[in-house]
């Protein structure tokens, strides 16, 4: 499933080199599709997965099987989902395997006959033509057995995708290189579409908005962007890869481009993949571990300290601020009495750690997590297990501390 773009310069499509060997599967050139076409009321799509979590991508101007979009799908399709790729275009002198532009296309030298065919009167127009060309795609999608699907719009298919966000119960679209702002050609504002979407949005942008990459409509304070928040706050997500150009995710030179070099790309690609996982995996559409991912970072609740006049023989997990009032040894070398204090009383810790024992210098803070109470002939001592922790405060322990409240010499009539 591979193509050759046209050269056309800065932000036009660049032509595609070869892939290393052994790359992933949506960096291969050379890939062997994986999976089946087949037509929905006269729509020809390209099929692969299975189950019930449906995925639509949307392809570029190039259609339905240029550059590595296939592979993507595959690749995909191996994370756990059932993904579908329409033909959405009437191909222009026999387009890319019958949809959109041909592999040859001039792109820089023929821009006004895309324009035309976008236009509301042209062929490729998403609210007249090819909107409805994806929407018998995804009722095949649906009596298949998908429960719920997301979208992939790449370029151009990010404008499809949008006008179909207005109407289709989708669980979240996302875009590399969006090329919404083509409503704009027509004296549309790009924006208000994007107001009408009945989900949130995931975008990519490429290269330097200044510098004739994607438009900054697509960034964090750009209208098309705020137009999503205003609906969906805090739930879009948007990331620029300024060292790439527009349509490097399934045209992007791997080697080699006027962008930047091969790595750069192939590692472009790999981070807006694996961002992509991450999105649909927030929206529920994605298992993390079949997506590929890493286990999300353990998010570390900041303790809470309490005091030590509510110590008591039950006493677990205990986090306190103290202040040392002394540290004596019992046994040489092996154990320690610590009396550490607040502004609520004080209590004895019975040590084991020469390392605890050296941070309780009189009148030196200390920070103690997780300790817990034993019970030594009817006195409570406070100890450090291995599940503890005893370590120099962050800051001093302001105030006194209350040494006529010593919470250890309390005889306990034990059961």
Not at 243 to 271: L, M, N, W, Y
Not at 309 to 320: A, C, F, Q, T, Y
């Amino acid at each position: 499933a591979s193509a050759k773009s046209s050269g056309g310069g800065g932000s036009s499509y660049i032509r595609m080199a070869c892939c290393p060997a052994g790359a992933e599967p949506y960096l291969a050139s050379d890939h062997k599709d994986k999976g089946r076409k087949g037509q929905a009321n006269g729509v020809s799509y390209y099929q692969t997965g299975r189950g019930s979590v449906g995925l639509l991508l949307l392809s570029d101007i190039f259609g339905w099987d240029s550059g590595r979009l296939r592979a993507i799908a595959d690749a995909f399709a191996e994370k756990g989902c059932n993904v579908w790729i329409p033909a959405v275009m009437d191909p222009l002198e026999g387009g890319t395997d019958g949809d959109g532009l041909p592999p040859d296309f001039n792109f820089g030298g023929r821009f006004m006959e895309v324009v035309a065919l976008s236009a509301p009167t042209g062929n490729w127009n998403p609210e007249n033509v090819t909107m409805a060309k994806a929407d018998n795609v995804i009722k095949a999608m649906l009596a298949s057995g998908v429960t719920k699907f997301g979208l992939i719009g790449f370029c151009y298919g990010a404008w499809v995708g949008m006008y179909l966000a207005k109407e289709a119960d989708l669980v979240g679209c996302a875009s590399p290189h969006p090329s919404i702002h083509i409503e704009g050609l027509f004296e549309r504002d790009p924006a208000e579409i994007a107001a009408e979407s009945k989900c949130p949005w995931a975008l990519f942008p490429a290269g330097v908005a200044a510098d004739g990459g994607d438009s900054d409509t697509y960034d964090a304070e750009g209208a098309l962007f705020q137009a999503l928040e205003s609906k969906f706050p805090g739930k879009n997500v948007t990331k620029r890869f300024e060292s790439v150009p527009h349509g490097f995710v399934p045209r992007g030179a791997i080697k080699e481009h006027a962008a930047g070099t091969g790595d750069e790309v192939k590692k472009a690609v790999q981070e807006c993949v694996t961002a992509l996982c991450e999105f649909f995996v927030r929206r529920g559409l994605m298992r993390r571990d079949k997506a590929g991912l890493p286990p999300p970072p353990i998010k570390l609740r900041k303790p809470k300290f309490g005091k030590v006049g509510k110590v008591n023989p039950e006493s677990r997990g205990l986090n306190l601020l103290l202040k040392v009032v002394k540290c004596e040894e019992t046994e040489a070398g092996k154990t320690w009495e610590a009396v550490l204090g607040d502004d609520t009383g004080i209590v004895t810790f019975s040590l084991k750690s020469k390392d605890h024992a050296d941070l309780c210098e009189k009148d030196s803070s200390v920070r103690v997590q997780n300790a817990r109470v034993l019970m030594i002939k009817g006195h409570i001592r406070a100890i450090i297990d291995k599940w503890a922790v005893m370590k120099k405060a962050d800051e001093p322990v302001e105030g006194e501390v209350k040494s006529d409240k010593d919470v250890s010499a309390v005889e306990y009539e034990l059961a």
